[in-house]
């Protein structure tokens, strides 16, 4: 036999299994986005890499390290997207969304990058990610914050903690810079391997190393929260009045800095103790000089970005079953003709009841196998078609989950009963 090919390491298949958290996640958050009025957009998952260089910066784990590029037959160098937010950007600087009007976007799929695959760590994984552009905020600072809050709540998630921070603006982030560097600089000896690489170029990702042993020295460094200037303080001011005015704890963290250097002002995550090290379940905030050096206008923007996968798990983890995709019915065909039109008949049921989950047997076999593949469908009833019946215009309705007695409808009568019984289950 010819050796079996196995998926990549650290890209997974989502299986038949799976799907009902999936839906149920996915269609939560896309009702809650409705709910605020945002639009979603789809984007190409393969990009010009100048693209990421430019928008998340060349001294970053992701471009550094994590990209997965390569060269297409015209020998232009492209990227399987890390995240969204750069092709996003891309994107409605191309179409003119950003030319004279606000915009609140959304969009979701498949992001790639390079990683040491773990638990909640993985080099195919999924965002939903979430950006406004034309608002200089705090107030839609925030409300990308609630609509957070929104979706935890639907899903029935608790126990995350909102972390805040504040990266000032650029200037001011410029002169903490130099503070930081003097600083750490003095401390040399003490800092790891990635940290002396980043302290040329991207000093302030040396405060969230996630390496213990350099907690210390990151303890002891100028806090930029404390080089504010007075807008920044007065944006930050007025977010966490309104976060204390909506009833959403949150603490500040001024560690928090994001990976990604194009963001300012607002930065903030969602994190749980219950995933472990990867507990990071949401991380946002503002990136008001993104669109500019991409080549656009000025433009204020900001956004956050969803980790699927974690968000699965802690679903998962509390017992949530998921979306209900079972089948209402299964269809049991006896007899040579029954057989024959069982399809036929399935599908004149599905018009007369177009929500009806229908499942159809095929590939023929006797009575009690077919009610034991009606029993593994889910369906809580089983119509029963048999030559007979199919004379008389009739199907037979048996309830499988719960007791009641077997009964005779016409497709109308069993359409009629479904449209019910779906109307009820809302
Ligand atoms: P981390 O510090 O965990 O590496 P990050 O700062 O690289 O996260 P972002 O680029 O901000 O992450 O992505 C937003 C969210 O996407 C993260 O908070 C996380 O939930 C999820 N995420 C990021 N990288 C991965 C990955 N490799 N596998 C699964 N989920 C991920
Ligand atoms: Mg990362």
């Not at 195919?124 to 839609?140: C, L, M, N, R």
């Not at 949150?250 to 800095?257: E, G, K, Q």
């Not at 250097?261 to 994190?271: F, L, T």
């Not at 599905?350 to 077919?370: D, M, S, T, W, Y």
Request: aromatic fraction near 8%; glycine fraction near 10%.
């Amino acid at each position: 036999m010819a050796q079996q090919i196995k998926a990549i390491r650290g890209m997974h298949d989502v299986l038949p299994e799976q799907a009902a958290l999936w839906r149920f996640l996915e269609d939560s958050v896309r009702d809650v986005l409705d709910g605020y009025g945002y639009a979603e957009m789809r984007m190409p998952i393969v990009e010009m890499t100048e693209l990421f260089k430019r928008s998340i910066g060349e001294v970053t784990d992701i471009v550094e390290k994590e990209m997965y590029s390569f060269e297409d037959r015209n020998g232009d160098s492209l990227t399987l997207r890390p995240e969204g937010t750069a092709g996003c950007v891309r994107a409605c600087m191309e179409n003119g969304l950003l030319h004279n009007q606000t915009q609140r976007i959304w969009y979701r799929g498949p992001m790639f990058r390079h990683e040491r695959p773990q638990k909640g760590r993985y080099r195919q994984f999924h965002q939903i990610g979430v950006e406004t552009f034309g608002f200089k905020g705090p107030d839609i600072d925030l409300e990308t914050i609630f609509i957070t809050r929104r979706i935890w709540q639907r899903l029935g998630l608790t126990g995350l903690e909102l972390q805040i921070n504040s990266l000032g603006d650029a200037a001011e982030r410029t002169a903490y810079r130099e503070l930081l560097v003097a600083y750490l600089d003095v401390h040399r000896d003490r800092l790891d391997a990635d940290s002396l690489r980043r302290l040329d170029g991207n000093p302030l990702r040396i405060l969230d190393s996630k390496n213990p042993e350099m907690r210390d020295v990151i303890e002891g460094a100028p806090s930029l929260f404390d080089h504010l200037g007075e807008e920044s303080r007065r944006h930050f001011d007025e977010l966490r009045a309104g976060l204390d005015a909506a009833g959403i704890p949150y603490v500040v963290n001024p560690c928090l800095v994001r990976g990604l250097d194009y963001y300012n002002r607002s930065v903030y995550e969602w994190v749980t103790t219950r995933l472990g090290a990867q507990g990071t379940v949401c991380a946002g905030g503002r990136y008001d000089g993104l669109v500019e050096q991409l080549g656009g206008k000025p433009t204020p923007a900001v956004g956050f970005a969803l980790g699927v996968e974690r968000l699965l798990a802690l679903l998962e983890e509390s017992g949530c079953k998921g979306a209900d995709l079972a089948p209402h019915a299964y269809l049991v065909l006896m007899g040579t003709e029954a057989e024959r039109q069982g399809v036929v008949i399935a599908d004149r049921l599905r018009e007369l009841a177009p929500r009806l989950r229908l499942q159809l047997h095929c590939g023929g076999g006797g009575i009690k196998n077919q009610f034991k593949k009606a029993d593994k469908s889910g369906a809580p009833y089983a119509l029963v078609l048999g030559d007979d019946e199919l004379g008389r215009g009739l199907v037979t309705l048996k309830p499988l989950r719960e007791a009641g007695e077997q009964r005779e409808m016409t497709l109308a009568g069993a359409a009629s009963f479904f449209n019910e019984l779906i109307e009820k289950k809302g």
